[in-house]
């Protein structure tokens, strides 16, 4: 059974940083690309960013280019998503997935970025 467990969410102010972790079982992680999506309140999802299965090729959405790094720990079946200089417009519910359109995502953890 595919299970993805995110992790790591709070509240933090302008500028601060969070790191996420996704835990996930049930599948072959090593061999899958892995995104993070995010849904803001009242928004749509949105991709944020994935990762290749060897962790070398990496890509971003434009809004969090430069400001958020995904990393993958293959031998924990762990994917991180380090967030620095947060915003306000960063806020919303973290989700790890197996495809672009978050199929499968988990419960998804809460990032409020606020003063």
């Known amino acids: 059974q595919v299970k993805l467990v995110e992790s790591g969410g709070g509240l933090v102010q302008p500028g601060g940083s969070l790191r996420l972790s996704c835990a996930a079982s049930g599948f072959a992680f090593d061999i899958d690309y892995m995104h993070w999506v995010r849904q803001a309140p009242g928004k749509e999802l949105e991709w944020v960013s994935q990762i290749s299965p060897n962790g070398v090729l990496r890509s971003y959405a434009d809004s969090v280019k430069g400001r958020f790094e995904i990393s993958r720990d293959d031998a924990k079946k762990t994917l991180y998503l380090q967030m620095n200089s947060l915003k306000s417009e960063d806020t919303a519910v973290y989700y790890c997935?197996?495809?672009?359109?978050?199929?499968?995502r988990g419960q998804g953890t809460q990032v409020i970025v606020s003063s």
């Open positions: 997935a197996r495809d672009m359109q978050g199929t499968g």
